[in-house]
T-cell receptor, first 114, second 117 residues
């Protein structure tokens, strides 16, 4: 059973469209982090959300942490080809007593076509 | 401030050999985490270390795998008698504080891609 479920798993859209990626869990996390990973590289941290209901913006990216700290979403406005990549959500300090590291979802493979 | 440094970037080993993967955390970070990533799968937690101590190794196979983070020098992930199934990308991350506390962040290295032939 995957502790963190990400959806969709794959998404291919045209440049200029908007999209939302979801990260859901039955566990409560003390924080949740979003990473972006490109082929052959390590994950690069985009944002950390800590407080339930928190919203953070990073240029055209908007991140939200659910009120109960069990889920999160990433919304991209006017997607560009440079946004193409694997987006990973990762939770820390889950209430399910998981490992002390981050628990990752399987990721969303995003392709933005010119 | 240099990021998390991993070496080698690529490592090829024959079945039965040993693989040693190194990770130097970011300056000031005393918490190190190792993850394994297989194609089309997410990153799987292996082990969490703090200087000279293994804090949580619940994700690490009990045989052939070991990890250390000595007082001086990089953290080492060691895989003895490698098998083809060990082929994967291994990532190291570091943080200045305990992740589960919620008020810190983990930064990743570029990974070591291990291929067992």
């Amino acid at each position: 059973t995957q502790l963190l479920e990400q959806s969709p798993q794959f998404l291919s859209i045209q440049e200029g469209e908007n999209l939302t990626v979801y990260c859901n869990s039955s566990s409560v996390f003390s924080s949740l982090q979003w990473y972006r990973q490109e082929p052959g590289e390590g994950p690069v941290l985009l944002v950390t959300v800590v407080t339930g209901g928190e919203v953070k913006k990073l240029k055209r990216l908007t991140f939200q942490f659910g009120d109960a700290r069990k889920d999160s979403s990433l919304h991209i406005t006017a997607a560009q080809p440079g946004d193409t990549g694997l987006y990973l959500c990762a939770g820390a300090g889950d209430s399910g007593g998981g490992a002390d590291g981050l628990t990752f979802g399987k990721g969303t493979h995003l392709i933005i076509q010119p | 401030n240099a990021g998390v440094m991993q070496n080698p970037r690529h490592l090829v080993r024959r079945r039965g050999q040993e693989a040693r993967l190194r990770c130097s955390p970011m300056k000031g970070h005393s918490h190190v985490y190792w993850y394994r990533q297989l194609p089309e799968e997410g990153l799987k937690f292996m082990v969490y270390l703090q200087k000279e101590n293994i804090i949580d190794e619940s994700g690490m196979p009990k045989e052939r795998f070991s990890a250390e983070f000595p007082k001086e020098g990089p953290s080492i992930l060691r895989i003895q008698q490698v098998v083809r199934g060990d082929s994967a990308a291994y990532f190291c991350a570091s943080s200045p504080l305990f992740l589960a506390g919620g008020n810190t962040e983990a930064f990743f290295g570029q990974g070591t891609r291990l291929t067992v032939v």
